[in-house]
């Protein structure tokens, strides 16, 4: 059946480095997005595509990371130089129409920045 | 400030009852709210929409209202099953804006 993808499930990274994550959207769905996870924040959006165009990304570091989708089946989010603070699991949803249609969820990428 | 509330952090019902979830937000006039279900190490799965002018939606065991005046969602699983316990997060959209705001979640335990 259907489902987003996400790789690297899982990524140990030293302070730093670059690190860039991976979201395949389920085929035929036209939004995105990247949320970021952790206990103290919880679910919070950073980045929002539709028809691969940004549309809003209120909610991303700029000056650290960046977001695109460089074809309509692959999303990319990239943190350069990652911090500690970057420590979290990353997700990515993709749906179809409007914003507020329901969103289906990847399995997420936990990043540890060490 | 904008905020987005859920009642709290966690809820322990016996199986078999009503659990009831409370969704409150202040200074948004959202749209659509939505409602999901995470288990853990796993992403949220999306449960019900319902739209500013719904009062109420149901699927199944599962029931949400929407109160435009309290600024306030409800979320109901009736005979509630130990399957049920996860976590359970309400979304709203920023009054037609690009926005998508989660609460912080629920987290649901219901003992058999």
């Known amino acids: 059946d259907a489902r987003v993808t996400q790789t690297p499930r899982h990524k140990v990274t030293e302070m730093g480095q670059e690190v860039t994550m991976r979201c395949q959207p389920i085929?035929?769905?036209?939004?995105v997005f990247w949320y970021r996870q952790t206990m103290m924040q919880g679910l919070e959006l950073l980045a929002y595509?539709?028809?691969?165009?940004?549309?809003?990304d209120s909610g991303m570091p700029k000056d650290r990371f960046s977001a695109e989708m460089p074809d309509a089946t692959l999303a990319t989010l990239k943190i350069q130089p990652s911090e500690p603070r970057d420590s979290a699991v990353y997700f990515c949803?993709?749906?179809?129409?409007?914003?507020?249609?329901?969103?289906?969820f990847g399995p997420g990428t936990r990043l540890t920045v060490l | 400030s904008q905020k987005i509330e859920q009642n709290s952090e966690a809820l322990n019902i016996q199986e078999g009852k009503t659990a009831t979830l409370t969704c409150n937000y202040t200074?948004?006039?959202?749209?659509?709210l939505q409602w999901y279900r995470q288990d853990p190490g796993r992403g949220p799965v999306f449960l019900l929409l319902?739209?500013?002018?719904?009062k109420e939606k149901r699927k199944e065991r599962l029931k949400v209202t929407f109160d435009t005046t309290l600024k306030q969602s409800l979320f109901h699983i009736t005979a509630s099953q130990p399957a049920d316990s996860a976590t359970y997060l309400c979304?709203?959209?920023?009054?037609?804006?690009?926005?998508?705001?989660f609460g912080p979640g629920t987290r649901l335990s219901v003992l058999p």
């Open positions: 949803a993709s749906g179809s129409g409007e914003h507020y249609n329901e969103q289906f």
């Open positions: 979304a709203l959209d920023d009054n037609y804006g690009q926005n998508f705001v």
């Open positions: 085929l035929g769905h036209n939004t």
């Open positions: 319902i739209r500013e002018n719904e």
């Open positions: 200074n948004y006039s959202p749209a659509y």
């Open positions: 595509f539709r028809n691969r165009a940004p549309l809003d």
